[in-house]
Structure formats: structure tokens, C-alpha cells
């Protein structure tokens, strides 16, 4: 399976650029999406997190209490490693079965992490979506209604802009109309369905 990762900061375009790819017919497994799934009632990750941390990680209709489980993690940051251990190779693994059954010409693998956790291991190229960070700043607190210093605190906590920039193979930047991403997004579709047909056919 050919695999494009697209990542990008908070508010890049993320989200719009891989509804673009979904409407082309094109596959989209979701990161995030997958890590939420994985602590759902019921999944062996939720009960890790169960037997690790206590009994007050779950809320009492029997999901996991991200708020006070957040907070846990804020005021003791080993706990975040210890959570990630139990998570990520379930993440992984859910995102690897994903990608295997996907049945577009070929798939992407939406995650804002991408370079951070060694997604790039599944991926055979890396695109992204670039904005300047002003932008990033004013879409993100427009959709999600919360102060530009949160969003600033987020964006801090990301890796920077240049080292993304260095690692990707494919920039598209997102400094204009949705029409002007959708337009970038076009050449490199036709591009991706190019490389795929390739490596099958090898
Ligand atoms: P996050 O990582 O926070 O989930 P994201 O990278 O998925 O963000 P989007 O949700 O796609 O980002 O975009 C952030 C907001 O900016 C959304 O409300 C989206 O509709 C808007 N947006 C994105 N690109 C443009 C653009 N070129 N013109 C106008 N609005 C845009």
C-alpha cells in the first residue's frame, strides 16, 4: 500500500486539505481519530490505562476521564511516557491494519505528529500543509473559540515550522483561499496516483 503522511501544525489545513483527498476517492486514516478509538469502553488500552494509573482514569459511565487523566499528566510528566507506552503501539498497530485495508490507489495517514512519533516508519512520503503562523493563530481560535495564548502554548509545544519543512518531501502552503490549497493539492494527487501505479506495478 502506498502511504502519503500529512501532517502540519494546529490549524494548518490538516483537516480541510484531507477532506480535498477523501473526495478524490482517496482513502483518509486519521491519527488522532485512531487514539481516541483506542481508549474507547471496552478496549484492552483503556483498561491498561485502568490498571496502571487507578481507578479515578475512569469517569463513572465507564470512559476514560481525559480531563483529570490531562491534568495527572501536567503535574507529573513522567506519567506522560508511562501513558505512551501503553498507548502508541496500539495506536500503531490499529493504524498499521488501517492502512492495510484501505482500497483507494492509495491512502494518507492524517496525524499532527507525524515526524514527532516515528509515524514516517509507514509512510512513503510526507506532505505539509505549511502556514504562516499568524494564520495558524487566527483559524485556530475562529474554529475552536479559545484564546490566542492557548493556541500560542499549543503551538510552542509543536515542532517548529523549519524542521517540518526540512523533513517533508511535498510543502503545499496554506497562506491563501481554500481554492489556492485546492489547486496545489490537484498536481500532487495526480502525482501520488503516478507514484502508486509504480511501485504496484514493481
Ligand atoms: P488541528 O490540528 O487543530 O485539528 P487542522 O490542521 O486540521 O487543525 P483545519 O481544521 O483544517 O486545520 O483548519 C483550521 C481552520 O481554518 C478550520 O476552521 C478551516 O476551515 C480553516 N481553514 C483552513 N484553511 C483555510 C483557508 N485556506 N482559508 C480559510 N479558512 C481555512
Do not use: C
Not at 492524517?110 to 504562516?132: A, K
Request: hydrophobic content about 40%; overall charge negative; cysteine-free.
Amino acid at each position: 500500500m502506498y502511504v502519503i503522511g500529512l501532517t502540519g501544525g494546529i490549524g494548518s489545513g490538516k483537516t480541510v486539505a484531507s477532506d480535498w483527498f477523501t473526495k478524490q476517492g482517496i482513502q483518509v486514516v486519521d491519527a488522532d481519530v485512531v487514539a481516541r478509538e483506542v481508549v474507547q469502553v471496552g478496549q484492552p488500552a483503556l483498561l491498561q490505562i485502568q490498571q496502571q494509573f487507578g481507578d479515578w482514569v475512569i469517569l463513572e459511565n465507564g470512559e476514560l476521564n481525559r480531563r483529570a487523566l490531562r491534568e495527572y499528566i501536567f503535574q507529573h510528566p513522567d506519567a506522560k511516557k508511562t501513558l505512551e507506552n501503553i498507548t502508541h503501539p496500539i495506536i500503531r498497530q490499529s493504524i498499521i491494519q488501517q492502512l492495510q485495508t484501505a482500497a483507494s490507489p492509495y491512502v494518507i495517514l492524517v496525524s499532527p505528529l507525524l515526524f514527532e512519533t516515528g509515524q514516517t516508519h509507514l509512510t512513503q512520503r510526507n506532505l505539509l500543509i505549511d502556514t504562516p503562523e499568524h494564520l495558524q493563530l487566527h483559524r485556530a481560535t475562529q474554529r475552536d473559540q479559545i484564546s490566542h495564548q492557548h493556541i500560542q502554548t499549543i503551538m510552542s509545544h509543536q515542532m517548529p515550522r523549519e524542521e517540518k519543512q526540512q523533513r517533508a518531501d511535498d510543502i503545499v502552503v496554506n497562506d491563501g483561499e481554500l481554492a489556492h490549497l485546492y489547486a496545489q493539492l490537484e498536481p500532487l494527487h495526480q502525482q501520488y496516483l503516478n507514484y502508486a501505479k509504480k511501485t504496484a506495478s514493481m
